[in-house]
């Protein structure tokens, strides 16, 4: 049994899936936001973690299992970025404008990643031959958003961003698949509302992140 309203979405014809993950984004973000704010990781803003997240549901789906999802949404995650970056160092010597050089790094990454898949179904890893062409996309789309950084920023921070990135991800998709708390949206979807609450909090949070605190502990405790 589902709430009223679940179970009138699923009546007008919305699967019951595409319900939960609608419910789920406000989670979702809120984690990224939490992150953000009171811990100190940065990402790739809001926006890409929560795509990425929401790749390895799909990943999940798709391979069968929890640790399926992570395994090969990681696989996929590192193939695009080491790809990308040893395609932005090859590209460099011939001096291309921006949009086509971004635009051959997506190419060059989307053919690596059919390759991978390839070599999935060689051994035997029908899961990681599987996966479909969604959560594919949105993983490569993470692509420009690491070639942007590493124009103006470096490789260094881009780097450093992309580990941020997977590491919201991977904390995100654990409690997005977490069975009680799919459960608590589907009977009371006003939870959602609570998540936008505790966001306000967040917005107003004046306070030293966690790496701040870890950063500046000697300053700290000398004051």
Same mark, same amino acid.
């Given at each position: 049994?589902y ?85 932005? #160092? ?7 404008? @921006? %949009? ?5 790094? !997506? /190419? =060059? *990454?989307?053919? $690596? ?9 060689m ?6 031959a599987?996966?479909?062409i ?11 958003k690491?070639?942007?950084?590493? #124009? ?7 780097? @450093? %961003? ?5 590491? !919201? /991800? =991977? *904390?995100?998709? $654990?409690?997005?698949?977490?069975a ?13 509302f ?30």
């Amino acid at each position: 049994m589902y709430s009223a309203f679940v179970e009138y979405a699923v009546s007008q014809g919305v699967p019951l899936g595409t319900v939960t993950l609608i419910l789920m984004l406000p989670i979702v973000v809120l984690i990224i936001a939490f992150f953000r704010q009171v811990v100190g990781i940065k990402a790739f803003g809001i926006y890409t973690p929560a795509l990425i997240i929401f790749a390895f549901l799909a990943i999940k789906a798709e391979a069968g299992s929890f640790w399926g999802g992570i395994r090969y949404g990681t696989a996929i995650f590192g193939t695009v970025i080491a790809v990308g970056t040893l395609a932005r #160092i090859f590209l460099r010597r011939f001096r291309l404008l @921006y %949009l086509p050089r971004v635009a051959i790094v !997506i /190419s =060059i *990454v989307s053919l $690596s990643t059919l390759l991978m898949l390839i070599l999935g179904g060689m051994f035997q890893r029908t899961g990681l031959a599987s996966v479909s062409i969604f959560p594919i996309l949105i993983m490569i789309t993470l692509v420009e958003k690491f070639v942007t950084v590493q #124009i103006e920023k470096g490789g260094k921070a881009a780097v @450093y %961003l992309s580990l941020e990135t997977l590491f !919201i /991800s =991977i *904390v995100g998709y $654990s409690i997005a698949s977490w069975a009680l708390l799919i459960f608590y949206l589907q009977q009371y979807p006003w939870l959602v509302f609570v998540a936008i609450v505790i966001n306000i909090f967040l917005g107003k949070w004046t306070g030293l992140r966690l790496s701040e605190v870890i950063r500046f502990k000697k300053l700290i405790k000398n004051v």
